[in-house]
Structures are given as C-alpha cells and as structure tokens.
C-alpha cells in the first residue's frame, strides 16, 4: 500500500455547513446544477433537458418514486439508465447512436401521493452540451401539512449531503500512517484490503483519457472503498476530477465522500485520481460503473468493470 494512497484514504469526514438556500426556478450554480420546479397546475407541461452521447445526466427529484414508474422513450439508444426509487434519483447515460436533435421523453411518476404526481421531461440531444445535474422541486400547497413539512426539512437536509459529497478535497491531503488508525478505517484486527482492477476495466472507444494502471481498496472497519485510477490525459486541455459516481448492478449507488487529485492533468500527462466511498457490506458488490466528471461537467471519463476486493481480516 503507496504511502499517497494512504494519505487519501485519510481524508476527514464530511464536516456539517449550513443548508444552502433553494435557488428559483430555472437557477444555475456554478457546478452546473439547473433547478426545476414543479406545480400542480403545469403538470402537462414538459421541460426540455439536454443530454449527450457519453455523458450523463442526473435527475435529483427529492421525492420517492413509485416501483417501475420510470420511463425511458427508446432506452435501448441509452448506455446507462440507473434509478433510486427510495430517494428520486435518475440517471442516464446515452450512446453514440443519437443524433444531433433529437428528442425523446422521460417521464417519472412520484410515490408520495402528493401533487403533482408525475413530470415529463423533453431530452434533447445536444453533441457536447450535456446537463450534469437536474434538480427538480415541487411546489407545495397552501394547506400543506406539518407531516409534508416534516418531509420537506428532510429532504433539504438530503441536498446538504449531496452538496458535501459533490465538493472535492483542497490542498494536500494528511500524511501519516498513525491517521489509519485514528480515523478508525484499520484496527482491532481490521486491515486494508488491495486489488488490481487493471485488467478488469472496459473504457468505452473513443474516450479523451487513457487508464494506465487501476487499484481499488476496501477498509471494512469504516466502510470504506476507494478507486486508484493512472490516468494519462490525450487530450488538448487540462483537466480537473470534480465529482465521481459509482453505480453497481441494479443501479445500486454507493455514496462518493472524495475525488481526489494531485492537481490538474495536463495534456499528454499522467497522473493519479482516487475516488472515495461509503459502501456497506451488502452493496459494495460489483461490478461498478465508475464515473468521473471534469470541472463544469464539459468532460466525462467512464470505465466498466470495477471491483472490490474481499474483506481483509487478522486473527487476534
């Protein structure tokens, strides 16, 4: 085990920051995020979203939705089409099949019986101008209950997680093998489980970045996983790892904490980005697809195929 990967390992835990406010409609941040809202006297109206080949596209609706009410027009032309019904999420990932205009429907149905109780999205098919994340809200009536208040707290409280695990680590990371142990992530006869993926990983054609070497780790201890990527970019501009996503069989999502690297890749470089995960027992079973988007979500370099090693144990 590399004395950087340790380091990264080592990141803290997610500190708590206040919840962000709610943008309006149609709001843009500076992560590229659109914000949507829904109400119950447009609910036949649907909003147009632009999606591109290779790049994905996620839908973060802050309701549950029902079992199979998600529906994809032509999903066989989509790579990837994950969804969390327990927590409203979509994602889809397209191919290189769709052509330059075209659009096609998504439409989700909401399980909590509140209004209103479904959307329509038109996605448009953009060549380069993919949009990373959709953040669809719903308003509430005026006699809103202090259950669906309740709920909505909740809810925002989820967004702060979201926002936390999308921010990436700044500046060096801690050094030091004693932080293994203090941040729990070995001991009591808890070690650090290693694997080389390099083999396994299938890179769809056509991809901006080369993956040289990969490794994946597992700290059963905290409950952690982490992808090691080698990555030489043959690009022509830098590049920035900003945010990551792990999506196992079913659309199993494990929750990214870090993305990490030294600092931006150059072009014809090569260097290390590792990403970091909070991954139960049960669902850091693979394989995984792994994600990582660029700064501003222009780019996207995806690989099939990543796996977690065994649970490393010592005897007492």
Not at 8 to 20: G, S
Request: hydrophobic share 40%; with cysteine.
């Amino acid at each position: 085990m590399t004395a950087p990967l340790v380091a990264t390992l080592l990141l803290a835990l997610l500190t708590a920051t206040p919840a962000p406010r709610q943008p309006a409609p149609g709001e843009w941040n500076g992560m590229g995020v659109r914000h949507l809202e829904l109400t119950a006297e447009g609910m036949g109206q649907n909003h147009a979203v632009h999606i591109s080949p290779h790049r994905t596209t996620t839908f973060v609706l802050h309701a549950p939705l029902q079992r199979g009410g998600v529906a994809v027009e032509e999903r066989e032309h989509f790579l990837s089409v994950t969804v969390d019904e327990a927590v409203g999420v979509v994602t889809l990932l397209p191919a290189g099949s769709l052509p330059s205009g075209r659009e096609l429907l998504l439409t989700v149905r909401f399980a909590d019986g509140a209004a209103p109780e479904g959307a329509t999205f038109r996605l448009v098919v953009h060549p380069l101008q993919a949009e990373q994340q959709v953040e669809v809200y719903r308003r509430p009536h005026a006699g809103e209950t202090s259950e669906q208040a309740v709920q909505r707290e909740r809810e925002r409280a989820e967004r702060c997680e979201v926002e936390l695990a999308h921010t990436r680590a700044e500046g060096t990371p801690p050094e030091g093998l004693m932080n293994l142990f203090v941040s729990g992530l070995v001991g009591e006869n808890h070690g650090l489980s290693v694997r080389d993926i390099t083999e396994d990983l299938t890179p769809p054609p056509g991809e901006a970045f080369v993956v040289r070497q990969a490794w994946s780790y597992r700290a059963e201890q905290g409950k952690r996983v982490a992808v090691e990527l080698r990555v030489r970019n043959t690009g022509p501009q830098a590049w920035t790892a900003e945010e990551a996503r792990l999506v196992g069989p079913e659309g199993v999502r494990l929750r990214v904490l870090r993305v990490w690297q030294p600092g931006p890749l150059a072009p014809q470089a090569q260097d290390r980005v590792v990403v970091e995960a909070e991954a139960p027992s049960e669902q850091a079973r693979g394989p995984f697809l792994l994600e990582l988007r660029a700064a501003g979500g222009t780019r996207i370099l995806a690989v099939r195929g990543v796996n977690f090693p065994e649970i490393q144990l010592f005897p007492p």
